[in-house]
Structure formats: structure tokens, C-alpha cells
């Protein structure tokens, strides 16, 4: 184990080694420094454990030295050393943080004394830290459900990288739920204090993701009307997860690269760039070797985003997370919708789910629970409820009833839309109108639970098909 680092800062030389040398044999290591400028950059260099100063000092004087080491990190304690004259000077030393203040002349004994204090503290305090870190990751990675082999080892990935301040590059299929990882990262990370901030580079075309990623000025393009800021500036002192980051237009990535190597951002328009502290995570469906291998993806930009990947598996893959997520998603309905009646998913049922293959993964599997909610009639969803999955279904094409669509559940409208015969847009119909008016006619929440677009919905208004 590393000895602790005391740093001794004191105008004359001969007080300062005579300390040292006394700290040494206390089996400390000891960094000796003459004035205030001189130890300040002592402790830039390696960042001490407890700092020692004089207060009077020409130059830099001992309560510069506590507000410089305070920047550099307000957890390493500080005690000063006075003469019995400047006990005034000693209290505002206390007032900006010093740990103690000693009265010239002390006893070598008193000083061992409170540098073991000071040590004892500050060992108290990280491992106080070091605690609320793990914390703080274990309940991050509590959104990441599933009891599998496959996700207790992301789980372990994301604490782990969590800790460092590096480019993480997260890869899976699309619905996997990449951006829940990113979030995950970003809370169980030292910066969870700060912002989480992120972009989906396939949303927006390359001219509008450039002015979004980076920011620009007044006027400098037709319609900047007013400035932005930029995600960029926006993540400062905290995470920007680029979403999808493949499809990246080619010169956006050049950019990128550059605000990766010395982080500064240059908002469109601007004439100088602005400091930023962020981190980036970045995340995508796509095998970007093969990208850059065709000259679609920058070969230097990849390498400086993939320091840490985490690879999260399709959910075919972990098909012992299936019911657990289920459940969840369950709870999580029940929530937003309290006056459904379904409380329950039968074992039967959640047996049957973990066989699928969900090609959507994680998000197709919300979206039937949401579905689930929303049309049965009852307690407890069961096999019977499975074909909803493929909802609406395929029937017999006849002439539609002439009664008007009913308006109990679906399971009854699936049954008796079979044996009377109804078209398949007659039965569309009336599973879209049962879904909307469950909604509240919400359409964005019904849109969800039918996998369709939400303009889909208005042209069904209109008297159009799902299809049309």
C-alpha cells in the first residue's frame, strides 16, 4: 500500500526538512516546497494527501495556498502553521477550509498528532465516497432488469468503466436499450451531478446535427435568427451520448474527432472556440469496422471512441430476463394506467414470451405489455392474450357485420371478429378504436401500443387504412 504524501510548504528550508525528516519517520512520504508558487505546482504534480504551510510566506502566502489546493481537490486537508501574532489571520485560514492551524513554536509530538487526525479524516471521507460511488452504481444499473448470465456481466462492464473518465462505445441492436446503458454509465459515473444530454445523429440532417452538436451565432446561417448554444456546451460538466453515431455525416465526424482530442467546441459561425469538459458516450446498431472498412466511418475516429465498449446482447439472447422485464413493464403500466383491471401476466404466458424472438428486443417486448394493459378484460393476461402479439389478425374476408364494431375487450372482439366472419378492415377498425378510446384518444400513447406512427392514426380518422 502507498504510503500517504505530505506536502510541507515553509519559507525557511531548514524548518521545512526538519519537519520532513520527522514525518518520515512517521512512515510518510514528504514533498518539500519553500514558497507558496513552488508548492502549488509540487501539488499539481502529484496531488498530495495533507498539506502543511506556513502562513506568513512572501509571495504566495498560506491562504493562497489552501484556496490552490482546494481547486485542485477540496477534500486534501490543510493545516497551518502561525505565530502566536497572526492568530487572527489563522481564523480566516480556518474560514476557507484549512483542516487545523498549529501556534509557532509546537511540539513535534502535538504536530504528529493532528497530521494522523487529518490522515484519519481524509481516509474516512473517501472510503465514505468510494461507498456512495458503489451505491450510487449499484442503483444505476437496477433499470438494466434481468437476472441472466449476459446481463449480470453488463451490469458488472458499466460500474467499471463507470469509474473512469474515457469514451465508452456502446453496441447492440436497435430496441436493446443502449441509451438506458448510456444513462446508467453517466449516474453511476463521478460526473452524475452533471447534465445528460442525448442526440440520435439519424434524426436530424447533417446541416441541422452540426448547429445541435456544437452550437452556432447569431446570423450565421439563413434562419439563425438568435444563438445556441450546442449539446456540446449544453453536456458541460457532464455526459453527451451520441446516439447511433454510424450514421454520422463524414465531415460532422472530422469535427468530432477534434473536439475528442483537445476538447474545444466552435459553435457554426463563431470566431473562436470554447473549452468543454464532457464526456462522450457513444452508441450504435451498425458493425462500424465494416463501416470504416468501406470508407463510411473514419478508422481514427472509431478507435477514438471504442477505448471501452460494452456489448449489450439481443434479448433472444437472454431469454431468462424475459419474464423479469415483463413484469416490470407490467408494474410500469399499471402505474400510467391504475384504472385498467389486468394485475397479473400467468405463468404460462411469461414461459411462452421467453420462447419468442422479439426482433424489436427490449422495446418490442414494452410495447405488448402496453398492449396487453390496454386491451384485456380482467385480471390476468394468459396464453388466450398471445395473439395480440400479431394483432390485428388474419380472418376470413366476408362482408363486414352489420351491427357496428362492439366495444368490449379484445379478446372477445378477436374471438367473435373469427367466427362472424368480419373483414380484416372491419376488425382493424375496431381494435384501433378499442386501443384509442382505452388511450383517453391519445394517439401518441395508442400509437405506441399498435407500433405505428402516429400520422398513421390520423389518416385512419380520415376513414383510411392502417395500411393505406
Same mark, same amino acid.
Given at each position: ?141 437496477? $433499470?438494466?432488469?434481468? #437476472? ?27 430496441? $436493446? ?27 436530424? #440532417? ?106 449489450? #446482447? ?92 362492439? $366495444? ?46 402516429? $400520422? ?13
Amino acid at each position: 500500500m502507498d504510503r500517504p504524501l505530505v506536502l510541507v510548504i515553509d519559507d525557511h528550508e531548514e524548518m521545512a526538512r526538519l519537519m520532513a525528516d520527522q514525518l518520515g519517520d512517521l512512515g510518510l512520504a514528504v514533498r518539500v516546497a519553500t514558497g507558496g508558487a513552488q508548492a502549488l505546482d509540487l501539488a499539481r504534480q502529484a496531488l498530495p494527501d495533507l498539506v502543511l504551510t506556513d502562513l506568513r510566506m512572501p509571495g504566495l502566502d498560506g491562504l493562497d495556498v489552501i484556496d490552490g489546493i482546494r481547486a485542485l481537490d477540496p477534500t486534501v486537508p490543510v493545516i497551518v502553521m502561525t505565530a502566536f501574532g497572526a492568530v487572527d489571520s489563522a481564523v480566516e485560514a480556518m474560514r476557507r477550509g484549512a483542516f487545523h492551524y498549529l501556534a509557532k513554536p509546537f511540539r513535534m509530538e502535538e504536530l504528529a498528532l493532528q497530521v494522523e487526525r487529518a490522515l484519519g479524516d481524509r481516509r474516512l471521507r473517501q472510503e465514505n465516497a468510494d461507498l456512495r460511488r458503489l451505491a450510487g452504481a449499484r442503483a444505476a444499473t437496477a $433499470s438494466l432488469i434481468g #437476472p441472466s448470465v449476459a446481463m449480470e456481466s453488463v451490469r458488472a462492464r458499466i460500474e467499471r468503466v463507470a469509474r473512469v473518465d474515457l469514451p465508452v462505445l456502446i453496441r447492440g441492436e436497435s430496441g $436493446s436499450g443502449k441509451e438506458l446503458v448510456a444513462r446508467a454509465i453517466h449516474d453511476a459515473s463521478p460526473r452524475a451531478g452533471g447534465p445528460f444530454v442525448a442526440v440520435n445523429c439519424t434524426a436530424l #440532417p447533417a446541416s441541422l446535427l452540426e448547429s445541435e452538436l456544437f452550437g452556432h451565432g447569431r446570423g450565421a446561417f439563413t434562419g439563425a435568427s438568435s444563438p445556441r448554444r450546442g449539446l456540446f456546451l449544453e453536456a458541460d460538466g457532464g455526459t453527451l451520448l451520441l446516439d447511433e453515431i454510424g450514421d454520422m455525416p463524414a465531415d460532422l465526424q472530422s469535427r468530432l474527432l477534434r473536439v475528442l482530442e483537445d476538447g474545444m467546441v466552435r459553435p457554426v459561425g463563431a470566431d473562436r472556440p470554447r473549452k468543454v469538459d464532457v464526456r462522450v458516450l457513444a452508441a450504435t446498431h451498425q458493425p462500424l469496422e465494416a463501416r470504416v472498412a468501406e470508407g463510411r466511418f473514419r478508422g481514427d475516429l472509431f478507435y477514438r471512441l471504442d477505448v471501452v465498449p460494452v456489448l449489450l #446482447p439481443p434479448l433472444r439472447e437472454r431469454q431468462a430476463d424475459v419474464p423479469a422485464l415483463a413484469s416490470h413493464f407490467l408494474e410500469e403500466a399499471r402505474r400510467s394506467w391504475p384504472e385498467l383491471p389486468v394485475r397479473r401476466l400467468s405463468p404460462a404466458l411469461l414461459s411462452a414470451l421467453a420462447r419468442r424472438p422479439w426482433p424489436g428486443n427490449v422495446r418490442e417486448l414494452r410495447n405488448f405489455v402496453q398492449r396487453l394493459v390496454v386491451l384485456v378484460d380482467g385480471p390476468q393476461a394468459d396464453l388466450t392474450h398471445l395473439a395480440l402479439l400479431d394483432a390485428p389478425p388474419t380472418v376470413p374476408t366476408t362482408a363486414p357485420p352489420s351491427h357496428p364494431a362492439p $366495444s368490449t375487450a379484445p379478446p372477445g372482439l378477436l374471438s367473435r371478429g373469427a367466427e362472424e366472419g368480419w373483414t380484416l378492415r372491419a376488425l382493424e377498425h375496431a381494435y384501433i378504436e378499442q386501443v384509442m378510446r382505452r388511450c383517453g384518444g391519445n394517439k401518441s400513447q395508442a400509437a405506441r401500443i399498435l407500433d405505428v406512427n402516429p $400520422s398513421t392514426l390520423y389518416r385512419w380518422e380520415r376513414g383510411g387504412s392502417r395500411r393505406d
